[in-house]
């Protein structure tokens, strides 16, 4: 069995990168797959190799920015976002 998608590396959707991740994961499973004809398992080992590592740094995010919302500071920690950068100028 191989997963993509939310299955293999749920997240919160504070990254805003779940869908675009599980796309990424179908197209690279494909390319894989199209890489070696014949040899299934070679193809899943080469996809999910890369699939983990490619998924962590938005997962960090997401966690990351759940903290800043509905961590213990989280009103305090938006006020500042709000109100500092381009944005607020
Ligand atoms: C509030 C919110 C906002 C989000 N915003 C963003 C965003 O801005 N950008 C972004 O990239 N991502 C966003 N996401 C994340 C994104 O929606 C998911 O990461 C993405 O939908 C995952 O796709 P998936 O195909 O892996 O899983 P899913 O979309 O969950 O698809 C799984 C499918 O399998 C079906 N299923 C489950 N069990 C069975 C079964 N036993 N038999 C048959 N079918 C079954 C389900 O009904 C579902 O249709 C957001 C998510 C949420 C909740």
Redesign the pocket.
């Known amino acids: 069995m191989t997963l ?4 293999a590396h ?2 919160s ?1 504070f990254a ?7 796309m990424l994961d179908g197209a690279e499973l494909a390319l894989a797959l199209a890489a070696r004809p014949g040899d299934t398992e070679a193809a899943l080992a080469a996809y999910e190799e890369a699939l983990f590592p490619r998924s962590e740094e938005s997962a960090a995010e997401s966690a990351a920015n759940l903290d800043t919302m509905f961590g213990e500071k989280g009103l305090e920690q938006m006020v500042a976002f709000f109100t500092s950068g381009p944005a607020a100028q």
């Open positions: 993509l998608g939310d299955a749920v997240m959707p805003g990168e779940g869908a675009n991740l599980a």
